[in-house]
């Protein structure tokens, strides 16, 4: 599953990945991305939550750098991961640099926590 919302006071996009993640997961949240999108302004922070993922089919890593440069073009200003078990990294840093073409600041997580308190002090760049 594949969760967006928004917060537009707090200029938030949040992404959780859930579970067993299939492409037609992607598809389902196109939509609300677009209009999450449209809600953001430039420099906006994407929190990006894959704690809770437990695997991603291979057919889903074109979509999903096809939804990195829909944000990137939105004008995201810095990326959040919760990533607790670098193992289960899925490529993000080989898939950002070809797919974020204005290089946001990118800060990866061991916790939604630590992620929480980058958001609470946000000229933080590095976890606590």
Do not use: W
């Amino acid at each position: 599953m594949v969760l967006v919302t928004s917060n537009r006071s707090k200029q938030l996009l949040f992404i959780n990945y859930i579970g067993q993640v299939h492409f037609p997961h992607f598809a389902a949240g196109q939509e609300d991305l677009s209009r999450q999108l449209n809600e953001l302004s430039p420099g906006f922070t994407l929190l990006a939550d894959f704690s809770r993922l437990e695997s991603m089919d291979l057919d889903c890593v074109p979509e999903l750098g096809r939804i990195m440069e829909l944000i990137g073009k939105a004008g995201v200003g810095r990326v959040l991961r919760v990533i607790p078990d670098p193992t289960k990294d899925i490529g993000m840093n080989i898939l950002t640099m070809f797919h974020y073409p204005h290089h946001p600041r990118i800060v990866t997580c061991e916790s939604l926590a630590a992620a929480a308190g980058i958001l609470a002090a946000p000229d933080q760049t590095e976890p606590a």
